[in-house]
């Protein structure tokens, strides 16, 4: 079968598809990606064929100039949060407002009519049986809706928007306005097409996320267990050996590097906590990111990238900033999480959920201090609990299928075979 996968020119969340798509190609079935030209060299260079639609998307320059502008805002700063669980604040119309601000301002820049245009278009002449799309970019629910494909989502992190969504149904019904149908319903007016909830969430969902993550919400998830993917990358040799002291990773993630810029704590602090301490400290940091410390302590070395799926096996902890990919990596690999979590999405919900497994600890980044920081990082590395909690994640993260093992669930969608009850075992 042909399958098209699509995501906004974003690294992260294309990174996150790499797996499935790969699992499927293997199997024999004809692969492409569509996504806005920023990131056709990602693709090529993951061995997929890319489709370019739309012009450049610039994601980073555009988080820039909203961040330089005194008074803008992202829908981050906006007063409806996507990921608010505060029951008080749930209300009808916070609820309709955040499909309102989101669909006017995130979706909207992901999936401009430009690249909807051409996704749509070649979709068509294509004629896709199946399309993989990134939970955010809802080109590809279009798009599979004009051709008429099978179509399911890839979670790339918790699924607040089922979970919205769900809120949005149970509290504001039938009636009133629906953010959400007006905005696709104006999409797929350009195509001849109708709105359906189908639309919303696909007639499937991906969910390579450990399953102590996910809400319950009546979605047909397909659990799958998380294949780190981190971009084309050579394994430096120094890994082959042990280490000679416990050693520790520290990592901002792909996402504040190539788009949001700013940083959830200081090399400066960072240093400082682990300067005097009998470990190895392996930090990824760009040139910019390392340059707020006045010097380097001997037991730290600076690296811009190291893969982290063969980093993180030699590491007794990971610091990081909370993102779904480095937390999966870190899962994956039973290693211990200190996390460090932003405001971008579900950062800090993954964090304390991680918490509460007890295979990490979480400490808000405006509380990070080198005293802190070194104290939480301590506890990781001498309480035992942390690494057989982390174990524990592990075991649980290996009984969902691999990739492969979803390919067979894919075809039955696309043959219109029912879905089938315990998919998500091994």
């Known amino acids: 079968m042909k399958v098209l996968f699509t995501t906004f020119a974003a690294n992260a969340h294309f990174y996150n598809l790499v797996p499935m798509a790969w699992a499927l190609r293997a199997a024999g079935h004809d ?8 990131l056709a060299d990602s693709i090529v260079r993951a061995g997929l064929p890319a489709v370019e639609v739309g012009p450049v998307l610039d994601l980073g320059g555009r988080s820039g100039k909203v961040q330089e502008r005194p008074t803008g805002k992202t829908v981050f700063d ?8 505060r029951a008080e604040r749930l209300t009808p119309d916070y609820v309709r407002g955040v499909f309102s601000t989101w669909c006017s301002i995130a979706l909207d820049e992901l999936s401009q009519d430009a690249a909807l245009d051409d996704l749509v278009g070649f979709a068509r002449s294509w004629k896709p049986d199946l399309v993989v799309w990134d939970a955010l970019t809802y080109m590809g629910p279009i798009a599979a809706r004009a051709c008429g494909a099978a179509h399911v989502r890839m979670l790339f992190g918790l699924d607040h928007w089922a979970r919205m969504r769900g809120l949005f149904t149970e509290l504001c019904g039938a009636g009133g306005a629906d953010p959400m149908a007006e905005w696709l ?16 969430l696909g007639q499937r ?24 993917y981190n ?32 940083d959830q704590f200081s090399a400066e602090d960072l240093f400082a ?13 760009t040139a910019r990111q390392a340059e707020s410390a006045s010097a380097v302590p001997e037991n730290v070395r600076l690296f811009d990238f190291v893969p982290l799926d063969a980093l993180l096996p030699t590491c007794a902890a990971v610091i990081h900033h909370g993102g779904a990919g480095t937390l999966g990596n870190a899962v994956v690999h039973g290693v211990p999480q200190l996390v460090i979590p932003g405001n971008l999405w579900d950062k ?17 980044h405006d509380q990070v201090t080198a005293e802190q920081l070194r104290t939480q990082l301590l506890r990781l590395l001498d309480e035992p609990s942390f690494a057989t909690s982390a174990e524990k994640a592990r075991a649980q993260v290996l009984e969902a299928p691999a990739p492969a093992g979803i390919v067979p669930e894919l075809e039955r969608l696309v043959s219109g075979q029912p879905f089938t009850p315990g998919a998500g075992a091994r």
């Open 205 to 228: 969902t991906l969910d390579p996320l450990p399953p102590w993550t996910r809400f319950p919400v009546g979605v047909d998830y397909l659990p799958v267990r998380h294949v780190p």
């Open 273 to 285: 906590a682990v300067a005097d301490l009998d470990i190895e400290v392996i930090a990824t940091l």
């Open 31 to 38: 692969v492409r990606v569509a996504a806005q030209p920023d």
């Open 78 to 85: 906006y007063e409806f949060d996507i990921t608010e669980t």
């Open 348 to 364: 800090a919900g993954l964090a304390d959920l991680l918490a509460g497994q007890g295979a990490g600890l979480v400490l808000e």
């Open 231 to 262: 971009g084309p990358s050579t394994v430096p040799s120094w890994l082959s050996e042990p280490p000679a002291r416990r050693r520790v990773c520290v990592t901002l993630g792909m996402s504040r590097r190539d788009l949001w810029g700013d």
């Open 185 to 200: 319903s104006g999409k797929l007016e350009r195509y001849g097409c109708v709105f359906d909830e189908e639309l919303v």
